[in-house]
């Protein structure tokens, strides 16, 4: 007796029992093939998984063109590059956590912006894991303070907190976005959840505002300050900086 075949479920597909071969693709005698019955058609995001699930560990960039925006984008690289330019970049924050600032423009528009450990993990574009599978998030301030530490923290362990592409622009300029001498001005935003931006030509903070109306820093973004102001609003062009404890 010869065995019996069965689908991918375990299913048995049992013979019709009829002696006559059944007609073939081509309408001739021949084998025909044996299709599941229709479950209903799978979702884009069960796509997703399914490839992700057949590329090599690490490598987005050959994944289809939905992923990371068609851009080709390797995020373990971007990921990976982002520690490196991170780790400098809290050696600057670190002069500036638990102080304000006080940022005073030429027309006379005033800011304070506070600066907290918290912030830092956010304005690098990343959330950050205590095990590889990214089941267990950390505080928002413990990447922080496990770069200072000079911990080693495995790329496994973190994840691009939106846009992925937004991960590689940041890791362009996070580097220097804490030497505030080389902000230039401030500006109003037109974006809903960032209340003004602060900075210069190649970077700029979005700073949100907290229940005691002091400012802290929300977003990181590369490009000019200028880019982002609301339409009919001023340019306020930074006169002082003033590191407050």
Known sequence: ?????????????????????????????????????????SSHAEDCKKTCRLLPKGRWFDAPSF?????????????????GEARKAALSYQCLVGRTTRIVCDDGFEVAIRWRAENFAHLCGLDYYADDHRRRSLPARRLYVDLLARKRISPKRVAPTGDANWLKAKADVIAGAFELDKAELVVESGNSRVRLYFGGSAWHLGLGRDDNGLYYPKSLKKGPTSDERKPGTSLHYVRSIDLLS
């Not at 010869?2 to 071969?21: E, F, M, N, Y």
């Open 1 to 41: 007796m010869l065995p019996q075949a069965s689908d991918d479920d375990g299913r048995v597909i049992r013979d019709s029992g009829t002696s006559r071969p059944a007609a073939g693709p081509d309408g001739r005698n021949g084998p025909k093939p044996f299709i599941l019955p229709d479950k209903g058609a």
């Open 67 to 83: 992923f990371a925006g068609g851009s080709g984008l390797n995020v373990t690289r971007e990921k990976e590059r982002m520690l």
